[in-house]
């Protein structure tokens, strides 16, 4: 295949808050137009843009894309939104990539946005509808079953604790702390909060999993030439990938995250990285529950099955340790406007490669990072692989 | 963070600005009805659950046999071969006990979701219900469970038409 090399320019986000004042739109466009202004581009130099955003139940508009589209900037531009749930956010990057690696364009403008809140009093009742509505609606389910059902499961395949669990939300609400758009940092929380919170759906407790929020983030892509042009500090698209397993979810292994391997194969693949747990420097994988930090740090091959918690309580994965995971604070953290806070891990990425990310700096001049989100009903993995 | 950004954007509102109406916000519903379809496999489904009777579908090709019963094997792309009848009995996969319902009220006594490896399916094949006759606490990951049904004439042919499944001693 003969791709052009793509680069990350410039990036931007909003606070990310439980409710914002200003709509989508112009969440959006504050986002972009950060993202424009930290590389000293405007809006005439984008070629096409690229729109992440979550369900559309969540906003109660029909063809959100649209609605957004002059907040994302899209006007009288090639302009496409994508979705694959929880994944979006690290899936839209990709679609910007491969509007640039074709040649197709030379710069692209890719948003991700959410706005939670509109879904009133709690955005919960929207995620009625992503479960099959002939054979499972009928059960009155809600969203914190699937994941307290995966959890139940991964903790009993390899005896894993809630303690042991309870440590990833611990280290990521103290790592937003350091993060200005954080809803939930916190720099005192300790594991027996988390264990000591009210119980949701057993093994999940409040404090397992991210808040419901409002929020956007943007960022500029460009081709190589255009790049190189624009800053001394371009952080490289080095490889990406995406995968979808059944979406029979009851009838695949909860334990392992099989679809995220697949995905995270056919980016290391693309970026020739034999040695994953060597050669990755800085990983932020999808936390909307703390277990899932551990059971994506496995898909990802970056831990052995069940090992990944013994890797949070070795320290290895504090910002300082020896591989650096959700330094910025993660969903867990920083907050979960689903589209976003996917893109967010992009944008982390760039800055932490870039040496720009201020108190949530991980040392040791970083050359390579991963983000992964995750979504649709528990089956879609969705990798970037960045590095400088 | 980025040397050119001094400060974020987006403006935080309380829940109570909301509801006391200290900020203006529109509300409105958005009521759908439908009517769906229940297609050929999970016809199949229903139609059996409206029996007693649990279906699966079976690939020759991929040695597989899943539930819900579908037209299409995911891994061969081919038809499936045959509906079988599976047993109304499992081991239960995993659960969960949750005491938040799905339009987030607060409940004393647990819900207890769960997804239920049906006898009959190829392994780590089972679909989500809940469990019943059961204390919470007592509910183990492994355990051996039967569906428990609706009598005959309340049976419309639907999920619901199992109340629950619950704890079962008997082998297979
Ligand atoms: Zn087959």
């Given amino acids: 295949m003969s791709m052009r090399k793509v680069a990350v320019v410039g990036a931007g986000m909003t606070k990310f808050v439980r409710r914002a004042l200003e709509t989508g739109k112009e969440l959006s466009w504050q986002a972009s137009s950060m993202a424009l202004q930290s590389c000293e581009m405007t809006m005439d130099d984008v070629e096409a843009v690229c729109l992440g955003t979550a369900p559309d139940a969540f906003d109660g508009v029909h063809m959100n894309g649209e609605y957004l589209s002059d907040g994302a900037g899209a006007w009288r531009k090639p302009y496409m939104r994508s979705y694959v749930g929880g994944g979006t956010g690290v899936f839209v990057p990709i679609q910007g990539w491969y509007h640039v690696a074709s040649g197709l364009f030379d710069v692209v403008l890719v948003v991700a946005e959410e706005k939670m809140s509109s879904y009133y009093p709690h955005a919960q009742g929207a995620f009625l509808t992503i479960f099959d509505h002939t054979t499972e609606r009928a059960l009155k389910p809600n969203l914190l079953w699937i994941f307290a059902l995966e959890m139940n499961r991964y903790m009993q395949t390899y005896g894993i604790s809630k303690e042991d669990i309870a440590q990833v939300a611990v280290k ?4 937003a702390a350091d993060h200005p758009s954080a809803l939930l940092g916190d720099p005192n929380i300790t594991v027996e909060d988390v264990l000591n919170s009210e119980v949701l759906a057993w093994p999940v407790n409040r404090l397992d999993v991210s808040p419901v929020s409002d929020g956007a983030v943007a960022i500029v892509l460009a081709a190589e030439h255009v790049a190189k042009r624009i800053t001394d500090k371009p952080v490289w698209i080095e490889g990406v990938g995406w995968n979808l397993d059944t979406a029979y979810w009851t009838n695949r292994d909860l334990a392992y995250p099989r679809y995220v391997e697949y995905a995270a194969r056919m980016a290391y693949d693309m970026a020739g990285i034999k040695e994953p747990r060597k050669q990755i420097n800085i990983v932020e994988p999808y936390d909307p529950f703390d277990y899932k930090e551990l059971h994506h740090m496995e898909g990802l ?3 052995d099955r069940g090992e990944a918690p013994q890797m949070v309580a ?9 591989m650096p995971v959700c330094p910025s604070g993660g969903l867990l953290g920083v907050g979960n406007p689903i589209a976003a806070a996917g893109l967010m891990k992009i944008a982390e990425l760039f800055w932490q490669l870039r040496g720009e990310a201020g108190n949530r700096q991980v040392p040791g001049q970083p050359t390579r990072g991963l983000a992964q989100a995750w979504g649709d009903l528990m089956q879609v993995g969705t990798v970037v692989i960045m590095g400088r | 963070m980025s040397d050119k950004i001094s400060t974020y954007p987006g403006t935080s509102l309380s829940e109570k600005e909301i509801r006391d109406g200290k900020v203006l916000s529109i509300q409105d519903q958005m009521p759908g009805k439908f009517s769906w ?3 050929i496999a999970i016809g199949k ?5 409206k029996d007693g009777v649990i279906f699966g579908s079976y690939c020759a090709t991929c040695r597989r046999t899943v539930v819900p019963p579908r037209t299409i094997c995911e891994w061969c792309f081919q038809p499936m071969d045959r509906y079988i009848p599976l047993e109304d009995t499992g081991i239960v996969n995993t659960f ?20 239920i490896e049906i006898d009959g399916a190829s392994s780590l094949h089972g679909i989500m219900h809940k469990l019943g006759e059961v204390e919470p606490q007592e509910i183990k990951i492994g355990m051996r469970v039967k569906a428990v049904w609706k009598s005959a004439e309340m049976r419309q042919g639907a999920i619901t038409d199992i109340l629950y499944f619950k704890p079962h001693e008997g082998s297979h």
């Fill in chain 2, 37 to 39: 379809d229940t297609g």
């Fill in chain 1, 172 to 175: 990521n609400k103290r790592n």
């Fill in chain 2, 45 to 49: 489904y229903l139609a059996g659950l």
């Fill in chain 2, 96 to 115: 969960s006990l949750c005491y938040v319902t799905w339009d987030v009220r607060r409940i004393k006594e647990p819900e207890t979701p769960a997804v």
């Fill in chain 1, 314 to 322: 070795d320290g290895v994965t504090q910002r300082d340790g020896d």
């Fill in chain 1, 301 to 303: 091959l970056l831990a």
